[in-house]
């Protein structure tokens, strides 16, 4: 039993990117669905796929480099965790690396990055952050 899919989906991006792998495969759920288009949205990944596997559906989600093959995603880090989450209002959302990264956040509109959540004016959950 997993205790945490949310950080699994997240160590299995960051082992992909490290090895420069073009896709990684995870076990699929609503939320990841969810994070990974918020990803594909601000440009940290390329795209997804669901794909229908024996045991259950598979997500499989394609990771994005540079022209020169340099990592788009440099860090991504897990902030709310199933012992001890971490919600955040609208005033009190700051920028990840000056504006270079970005936080996504599980609203009551969805899940977000934190410049759609601070442009929709909600808050919520920080799920993660990523640059």
């Known amino acids: 039993m997993m205790t945490d899919p949310i950080a699994d989906l997240l ?3 960051r082992n992909g990117v490290q090895v420069d792998r073009p896709f990684v495969d995870v076990p699929s759920s609503k939320i990841k669905v969810s994070i ?8 940290f990944v390329w795209d997804y796929e669901l794909l229908d596997a024996n045991a259950g559906k598979t997500l499989r989600v394609n990771l994005k ?3 020169n ?5 440099q860090h991504i880090e897990r902030v709310s965790k199933p012992g001890c989450r971490v919600y955040c209002a609208v005033g009190d959302m700051k920028d990840v690396r000056q ?20 442009k929709q004016g909600v808050g ?3 799920v993660c952050q990523v640059w």
Do not use: D, F, M, W
């Open 36 to 43: 990974v288009e918020a990803l594909q949205r601000e440009g």
């Open 69 to 73: 093959g340099e990592h788009v995603i």
């Open 65 to 67: 480099y540079g022209p």
């Open 124 to 126: 919520g959950e920080l």
């Open 11 to 13: 160590t299995r991006i």
């Open 99 to 118: 504006g270079t990264g970005i936080s996504v956040l599980t609203t009551s509109k969805g899940v977000l990055s934190n410049r759609e959540a601070r």
